[in-house]
DNA sequence: AAATCGGGGGT
DNA sequence: ACCCCAGATTT
């Protein structure tokens, strides 16, 4: 109960005010802990303020078409967050005549909700007491308490969760929860957290052993992979364009994009006509690269490096292979969500202001 | 148990 | 260049 009230007593003076702290509702609750799956609180903001304009309940947001839902995740990353979270509105409404599941243990049961955004819902919502563990609890319980067992191992997910049910707070759940998160958020960060003022000082392990930086222990992780992308903006005469639906499995699933020709290495003009499956390039000429640098976009896991070509081509009067593929006009193409790779693309080369 | 899935920001 | 972020799902 000391370690409850130590950091409850610091979150009551210096916490942050956020729209879905103020509201009980479970809808913007869920909605507002997907958002911020992996995510901080200033990337995520604007976004939920977007949710929850364009879609104020559930219903709202089962009704909608995933396109329309994906496009308003458009630059937020993690794909899968969007189209699991219009899955489940769309389960809620159907399945569950719209009633919200109020338990941790239902609530574990909605795809893209696992244990931590199940606790915090559970807890947030509905008062139920189930502690959170997240990455700031990870490196608070770390520090405070001299773990040094890695977090993304199997021993370790046990062992803090243990140590979060240890020191949890039964009697007031959802502002432990907020408490021991909004902590590591703002004071025991990742860096320079700032020790010299810590409640926890004389208490903590990390801080009296002069260990504070190097916890919490967390495995490496792997190399990234490289990646080359040619995109081809084929456009006819009408000032269309072509863009298809990635529907593999790969990232940016569902996602936006223009015809395009992975390769081992970058390409130059003769070795994309080469390539090209997607038209039939009759002069290389007519290929021409549009960026002078390839636009290196990274992500997690992998290194992109993309080159955007032009090809005009009044592709309506052959006979290509049209049929995965969707005609639109530049103006057009805003509708549609988009890797960022490919929306910054279109600001610096086809939008003027 | 390890790999996959984005994008932005800090150091 | 490397790390982290109110993690979940698949392999």
């Known amino acids: 109960m000391e370690f409850s009230n130590i950091i409850t007593t610091w979150y009551r003076d210096n916490k942050r005010d956020l729209p879905w702290r103020t509201t009980k509702d479970p809808y913007k609750i869920w909605l507002s802990?997907?958002?911020?799956?992996?995510?901080?609180?200033?990337?995520?903001?604007?976004y939920y303020?977007?949710?929850?304009?364009?879609?104020?309940?559930?219903?709202?947001?089962?009704?909608?078409?995933?396109?329309?839902?994906?496009?308003?995740?458009?630059?937020?990353?993690?794909?899968?967050?969007?189209?699991?979270?219009?899955h489940t509105a769309k389960f809620i409404h159907t399945e569950l005549d719209g009633k919200f599941p109020d338990t941790f243990k239902d609530l574990l049961k909605l795809k893209g909700v696992g244990e931590y955004t199940a606790a915090a819902i559970a807890s947030f919502a509905y008062g139920e007491a189930v502690p959170v563990v997240d990455g700031n609890v990870y490196r608070v319980l770390s520090r405070r308490f001299g773990i040094d067992t890695p977090i993304n191992t199997t021993e370790g997910i046990k062992q803090f969760k243990q140590k979060a049910v240890k020191v949890f707070n039964a009697n007031n759940p959802a502002e432990h929860n907020q408490a021991i998160m909004e902590f590591g958020a703002l004071f025991c960060k990742p860096k320079s957290p700032d020790c010299m003022f810590c409640p926890f000082q004389s208490d903590c392990v990390a801080f009296q052993n002069g260990q504070v930086d190097a916890l919490p222990v967390k495995l490496k992780k792997m190399k990234r992979r490289k990646r080359f992308f040619n995109y081809i903006i084929v456009q006819n005469d009408s000032n269309e364009i072509l863009i298809q639906q990635r529907l593999e499995k790969d990232i940016w699933q569902k996602l936006f994009q223009f015809p395009l020709v992975e390769s081992q290495s970058s390409l130059d003009q003769i070795e994309l006509k080469d390539l090209s499956k997607i038209i039939d390039v009759i002069d290389e000429i007519d290929l021409q690269k549009i960026n002078v640098k390839p636009y290196k976009h990274v992500l997690s896991h992998q290194d992109i490096y993309a080159d955007f070509w032009m090809l005009k081509h009044n592709y309506l009067e052959t006979s290509i292979d049209i049929e995965s593929y969707i005609s639109v006009s530049f103006n057009n193409l805003e509708k549609y969500a988009v890797p960022i790779l490919i929306d910054k693309f279109m600001k610096e080369h086809f939008l003027d202001s």
Do not use: C
């Open 33 to 46: 802990e997907i958002i911020l799956q992996q995510t901080q609180v200033k990337q995520g903001l604007p």
């Open 49 to 86: 303020e977007k949710f929850v304009t364009a879609y104020p309940n559930v219903k709202a947001l089962a009704v909608a078409h995933e396109d329309e839902v994906l496009k308003l995740w458009q630059g937020l990353g993690y794909y899968s967050r969007a189209r699991n979270l219009h």
